[in-house]
């Protein structure tokens, strides 16, 4: 990979998107690369939680490549915009939980590509903006969607349309960011929220994600029906067997991953 780092851990996979002298922004090798990342680390039972990063101390990812789509024809944007959809799909639904680490800009699709993670944990420094009608065009890699879903559909409209930079208490403020904390903090905190969740029934995790992503698209009804078919599922694991006796034996639970 060129543009990517990643490294595994004690079952948290780091992915780090690595062009710091563009300030990380994505170019379509960038998104070929994340997407057979995500791809393989959608299969890997030894990952159970994923962050995203920036490198270098000022950006997380300030957005797609603007020198890649100067000069692009129409159908060259219709494709780049396709790939960041698939790319961010697979990474939004793959069964492992995802912290985007907010390390400075977050701007057009670097904001989108933090709300195709899970969470968003924002380092202090952070500034989140969907700044692309300042570039004759508009949010291509799910801003449109996911910013309204995430903040409402006024703020999402007051986003876009002003392109104002919005600092991390803000962020936090509208329900962008999860957590604002001290930028040196910002790594530490991430792997303690996935120590956190990784202690959980993995399996269970998976399926309450796969039932919330579900059913923010469908009608509540359907949602429910959604849900009550994973809960079944769980029904089949021995997760469920040994938290619900450990509860009763008044024992901590051995939870494993199904
Ligand atoms: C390409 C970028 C870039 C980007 C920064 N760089 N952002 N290159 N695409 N999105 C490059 C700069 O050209 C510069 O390269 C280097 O990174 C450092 O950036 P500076 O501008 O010198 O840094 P600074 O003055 O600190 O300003 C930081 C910044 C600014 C505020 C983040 O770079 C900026 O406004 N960037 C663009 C943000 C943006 O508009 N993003 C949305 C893109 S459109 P050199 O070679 O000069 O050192 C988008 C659409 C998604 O995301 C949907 C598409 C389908």
Do not use: W
């Amino acid at each position: 990979m060129n543009n990517l780092l990643f490294n595994v851990e004690n079952e948290v996979g780091v992915i780090t998107i690595n062009r710091p002298k563009a300030l990380n922004a994505l170019n379509s090798e960038t998104l070929s690369e994340l997407k057979q990342l995500v791809s393989e680390i959608e299969e890997r039972k030894d990952i159970k939680v994923v962050i995203v990063i920036g490198s270098g101390e000022k950006a997380f990812v300030a957005g797609a490549d603007i020198a890649e789509m100067v000069n692009g024809t129409p159908v060259e944007g219709r494709q780049m915009c396709l790939l960041a959809h698939e790319t961010f799909a697979k990474l939004e639904n793959i069964p492992q939980v995802t912290i985007a680490a907010v390390n400075g800009y977050a701007l057009g699709g670097g904001c989108e590509l933090s709300m195709a993670c899970d969470i968003r944990i924002a380092a202090d420094n952070a500034k989140f903006a969907q700044p692309e009608v300042n570039l004759g065009i508009l949010p291509g890699f799910g801003g449109t969607q996911r910013l309204p879903r995430l903040v409402g559909k006024g703020r999402a409209k007051e986003l876009i349309f002003t392109t104002d930079q919005i600092d991390a208490q803000e962020a936090y403020r509208i329900g962008l960011a999860n957590k604002v904390v001290p930028k040196d903090e910002l790594m530490s905190t991430c792997l303690k929220m996935a120590e956190k969740i990784i202690s959980k029934a993995s399996y269970a995790v998976a399926l309450a994600k796969s039932a919330i992503n579900t059913g923010m698209d469908v009608d509540l009804a359907s949602g429910c029906r959604f849900e009550s078919d994973l809960f079944g599922l769980a029904f089949s694991t021995n997760d469920k067997k040994e938290g619900m006796s450990a509860f009763l034996e008044k024992r901590k639970a051995a939870l494993k991953d199904f």
